[in-house]
């Protein structure tokens, strides 16, 4: 069980957290403003290091802290958590469908958001977004394995504080059957997001657009998008 708990750590350090490459540093660092990640994240810490947490809460973002020399040296012992460079690891890549689900949980959690209906088309989106090619490359050979399909495709968002290239990667999961999959599969711990997408296949059933080509048409037409 440690495992699939370190996997989801280390996810969430990736996308919305922090682990110093100072051979010497201490601390430890993720954020989000959804308190059961957060919660999570705190237990997880504790089940797989035994080391306990501080949280803070400033304009409602929760920031976890945690102390530990000898687990950062650890952790950058296993991959990198560098935006451009992180990598999903060799135990995740090649480990148990269930350390593959925890891992995913993190990243759809962190970086994921949801669009639904729009003009009368039926569709569901669910999309992840990172600046690292290599990474989200990754992440759709994890989907892969467990028989969810998806797509990842460039963009040019211009250069922000989160893309110093200019371009972003946008792997998005479409199609009932793909979404049904990833709801039963990785149950995500944002109760909203999951939410989201367990309604949408309630009320919606087989009753939606299958193809692909059919949904990128609606989402160019489509000028605001739908955050979670």
């Known amino acids: 069980m440690k495992e699939e708990l370190l996997a989801r750590i280390i996810g969430h350090l990736q996308f919305d957290g922090a682990v110093p490459k ?6 430890l660092f993720y954020g989000n403003s959804n308190k059961d990640l957060i919660d ?3 237990s997880d810490i504790m089940d797989v290091f035994g080391l306990r947490s501080s949280i803070t809460l400033d304009d409602k973002l929760y ?6 020399t000898k687990i950062v040296r650890k952790l950058n012992e296993i991959t990198n958590y560098h935006s451009y460079t992180w990598f999903v690891p060799d135990f995740i890549l090649n480990g148990s469908e269930k350390i593959k689900i925890f891992y995913l949980q ?3 959690d962190d970086e994921d958001y949801i669009s639904a209906t729009h003009k009368g ?4 989106v669910i999309r992840g977004v990172s600046v690292n090619l290599n990474g989200i490359n990754s992440i759709k050979i994890l989907l892969d394995s467990l028989g969810i399909e ?6 040019q968002s211009g250069k922000t504080s989160f893309s110093k290239t200019g371009f972003q990667y946008v792997l998005t999961i479409t199609n009932f059957n793909n979404v049904s999959k990833f709801a039963k599969m990785i149950k995500l711990t944002s109760k909203k997001k999951q939410s989201r997408i ?3 296949i309630k009320n919606h059933g087989q009753n939606v657009m299958r193809s692909e080509s059919e949904i990128q048409k609606v989402l160019e037409m489509k000028k605001r998008r739908v955050w979670s």
């Open 63 to 68: 920031r976890v802290y945690c102390y530990s």
């Open 22 to 27: 100072n051979r010497h540093a201490r601390t």
């Open 121 to 124: 088309y039926v569709y569901i």
């Open 150 to 155: 998806s797509n990842v495709r460039k963009f």
């Open 40 to 42: 999570e994240f705190v």
């Open 198 to 200: 367990d309604n949408f």
């Open 106 to 108: 993190a990243f759809f």
